[in-house]
């Protein structure tokens, strides 16, 4: 298998340290769509052979977790309450974005590092009506099924819902 070969290139002849393997992410503004439904389930009977592959020098991380995710899509937050408070891109213009998905779409620009202090965004309007159009008119259903915050969303949807008893225990 293709897969096989990649791990035993990776760890016997180049001499990598590991190999990640995970799903492809769909960006919603790339040009190309050539992989945007890939069938995951398939792969996912691969993690157990390929981290066998493993030994003290070389480790192969199979993202299994994220390929579960694009099997199982349905189970999911309804909104994202991650990206107006936890997360920030800094573009080297200094447009300061709240979430890699909407680089360049104005809605999600909070201002500009060359003309505001990064404290006057972060507490500015732009920030705050994002973090209202976020919480009521975002549509995730267009969102990567695994972005960044993904799991933030997930931890914060079960805490609001109580749906695992204990979540917010440390």
């Known amino acids: 298998h293709e897969m096989t070969e990649l791990v035993n290139l990776c760890k016997n ?6 190999l ?15 992989y945007e439904n890939i069938q995951y389930q398939k792969y996912v009977e691969m993690n157990e052979k390929l ?17 579960k995710k694009h099997i199982n899509k349905d189970d999911r937050y309804p909104k994202c309450s991650a990206t107006p408070f936890f997360w920030a891109y800094v573009m080297a213009n200094g447009d300061v974005y709240g979430c890699s998905a909407y680089l360049l ?3 999600f620009n909070y201002g500009n ?9 972060w ?4 920030r705050r009506e994002n973090f209202h159009y976020v919480l009521n008119s975002l549509d995730i259903s267009e969102c990567r099924v695994n972005c960044r915050m993904d799991e933030v969303n997930r931890y914060l949807h079960n805490i609001k819902n109580n749906t695992v008893p204990h979540a917010n225990f440390i």
Not at 20 to 34: C, G, N
Not at 123 to 126: F, H, I
Request: charged share 30%.
């Open 123 to 126: 507490q500015g309007d732009k």
């Open 105 to 107: 779409d104005d809605r």
């Open 20 to 34: 990640v393997i995970k799903p492809y992410s769909q960006h919603k503004y790339s040009i190309t769509h050539k």
């Open 113 to 121: 590092l060359n003309d505001y202090s990064f404290t006057e965004i």
């Open 13 to 18: 002849e180049i001499g990598l340290d590991y």
């Open 51 to 67: 981290t066998k592959m493993s030994d003290e020098n070389f480790q192969v991380i199979f993202r299994i977790n994220t390929m």
